[in-house]
């Protein structure tokens, strides 16, 4: 199973976007191939920007951060369900991102746009694909894209078009095939170097977050098999 989380960038207090991430988290499911984690933004309490660390190094000082960065590990792939504000996306989604570096990184990632216009919120979500891109994700091309969005959702419901139901099976089908491949981009720290913020003088003062990390599945543990098998080539 490839473990999805589904992350709701929606920032207001009427909360246009919590059926259409419904939807989506419902739809995962439906399709057996994802145990899914469900990310409220709104609900992960993350004050603006606040470590003293580059994230890419890893070296995390607060407790907000630390949880953070356990969530987004533990995701193989992502549905970022989005609005567009100001033909941009949510500062709250941009400062997430921020927070973390390696957690994100090699992973892929779908977006669900929407906004009250008819653009469906792509322009914002073009704006993401490039903060996704520089942290080494993989957006995938597939999406959902949801125009006059008040047209589409009533209190808890969402009701979509055939176009954004089967864009939305695209886009899974495109995280699954990713994903396959993906996995194989995923290395630990002990394998890319400074990069991924390997740190020898915290690893050798026993600080657990800069040790590799042990496989997280037996595909991973393939993967680290065969690559200590060419090195030795
Ligand atoms: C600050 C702000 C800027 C917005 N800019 C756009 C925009 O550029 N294009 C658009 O289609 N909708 C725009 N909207 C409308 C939102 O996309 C729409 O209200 C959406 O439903 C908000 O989702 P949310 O309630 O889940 O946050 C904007 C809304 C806000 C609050």
């Known amino acids: 199973m490839i473990r999805l989380a589904i992350i709701s960038a929606s920032t207001s207090p009427i909360r246009t976007g919590a059926p259409i991430a419904a939807w989506v988290s419902q739809s995962a499911r439906r399709s057996r191939a994802f145990e899914v984690d469900d990310i409220d933004l709104q609900q992960v309490h993350l004050p603006l920007f606040d470590e003293p660390a580059l994230p890419r190094y890893r070296r995390y000082v607060h407790a907000h951060t630390i949880q953070w960065s356990e969530r987004v590990d533990a995701a ?34 779908g977006i669900v746009s929407y906004g009250s216009g008819m653009s469906g919120g792509i322009r914002g979500a073009e704006a993401l694909s490039g903060v996704l ?101």
């Open 76 to 109: 193989d792939a992502f549905v970022m369900v989005v609005p567009e504000y100001n033909r941009g996306y949510p500062a709250l989604l941009k400062n997430a991102l921020d927070y973390l570096a390696q957690e994100w990184a090699f992973k892929p990632v």
């Open 133 to 233: 891109t520089a942290l080494q994700m993989h957006p995938v091309r597939e999406m959902v894209v949801v125009p006059h969005v008040e047209k589409h959702t009533s209190g808890e419901t969402f009701s979509p078009t055939p176009g954004m139901t089967e864009g939305a099976e695209l886009m899974f089908e495109s995280l699954v095939r990713a994903d396959a491949a993906m996995n194989l981009l995923r290395t630990s720290s002990a394998d890319v170097g400074w990069q991924q913020g390997t740190d020898e003088t915290l690893a050798q003062q026993g600080d657990r977050r800069w040790t590799p990390r042990p496989p997280r599945d037996e595909r991973e543990a393939w993967r680290r098999s065969a690559a200590g098998t060419t090195s030795t080539l």
